[in-house]
């Protein structure tokens, strides 16, 4: 059974940093591709970053040079480190992998950035 749980959400001030985390049940070399997801109150979920089993990174042109996707093999554990947080920024986030051509997706973390 395939699981993906996601934390280190929380509430922050503009300027401040926080790291998701979104643990796998299974290895995540599985996945040909995870990312995570931002949706924000009454809009679409858009993709925020990605990371393939091969390392290949890409980031919404928003959160280039602030946010950093990398993965813990061993832990079967993908990061989201974002730092220099926006009001925009704000958001649930969702882990998101594919797994032999099948979606998963984790349950979010909520992700507020409010002075």
């Known amino acids: 059974q395939v699981q993906l749980v996601e934390s280190g959400g929380g509430l922050v001030q503009p300027g401040g940093s926080l790291r998701l985390s979104c643990v796998v049940s299974?290895?995540?070399?599985?996945?040909?591709?995870m990312g995570w997801y931002r949706q924000a109150p009454g809009k679409e979920r858009v993709l925020v970053a990605a990371?393939?089993?091969?390392?290949?990174?890409n980031y919404a042109d928003a959160v280039k040079g602030r946010f950093t996707i990398s993965r813990d093999n061993a832990k079967n554990t993908v990061y989201l480190q974002m730092n220099t947080l926006k009001p925009e920024d704000t958001g649930v986030y969702f882990c998101?992998?594919?797994?032999?051509?099948?979606?998963?997706w984790g349950q979010g973390t909520q992700v507020t950035v409010s002075s």
């Open positions: 998101h992998g594919k797994r032999f051509g099948l979606p998963y």
């Open positions: 990371i393939t089993n091969g390392s290949d990174r």
């Open positions: 299974e290895s995540w070399f599985m996945f040909s591709v």
